[in-house]
């Protein structure tokens, strides 16, 4: 089994390196999935909307990583990566009826609860906004050209989300599992709303809170940890048709 993390805007994938040594029971192989414009793909261009971004990431993953379908897998995605995560997922199962055993979404509103509108007013505020999400270390700040560099990459993948909207009905095809995870105090949604990801799933394992804010995972790593092992447990255990 697989386990593929998708980045927040402006992130990169070596972010999420504490999934990668987690050692997740079932879990053979953590991918840390890298957009383009950084690190190994930082000449290749970016995508040119978000129906883009999903579709070039699915044909990738289906010819290569997850080799015409032979390879179980899961996905992560905290912010801007659960969008990706959850439209790559149901291109997936749409085209190729190999969806993930799992999906796991961090820290974002659900598809129905989308406007495109919030993502230009957050490009607008910029370094402001990224203050606000408190998604970059204090010492950046003292780092000009460093911070310019993230701020670019946030921009361009906010720029990527504005051409998302996927409407407010529920999803018509549902995918098999997936669990909800957020901080107490995210100003990016409204805990409420997240109930509507239930729509997106046969079977969701919970809307899980964690204190903190949108980047609660900085300082809750071990608790998510402990979290997602009880629910990959649950998932493995669903695909092998057994109890959890």
Known sequence: MKLICFPHAGGLSFYYTFLKKAGFEGV??????????????????????????????????????????????????????????????????????????????????????????????????????????GGLPEHMWEHPEALRYFTDLCIADLRVLQTYDPGHEPPVHRLPAGVVLYGKDDIEFASEDLVWWRDCFDICYGIREFEGGHFYLNEKKDELIAYLRSCIRKALHKAAGTAA
């Open 28 to 133: 053979d192989e953590v991918v840390l999935y890298e957009y383009p414009l950084r690190a190994t793909k930082s000449k290749i261009p970016h995508y040119k909307s978000f129906a883009d971004a999903a579709d070039s990431i699915a044909e990738e993953l289906q010819h290569g990583i997850l080799r015409d379908g032979a390879e179980d897998y899961m996905f992560f995605g905290h912010s801007f990566g659960a969008f990706v995560a959850y439209e790559t997922a149901v291109l997936l199962q749409e085209r190729w009826q190999n969806p993930p055993k799992l999906l796991m979404i961090s820290g974002q509103k659900p598809p129905c609860k989308v406007d495109p509108e919030h993502y230009r007013c957050c490009e607008e505020e910029g370094v402001a906004f990224l203050k606000k999400l």
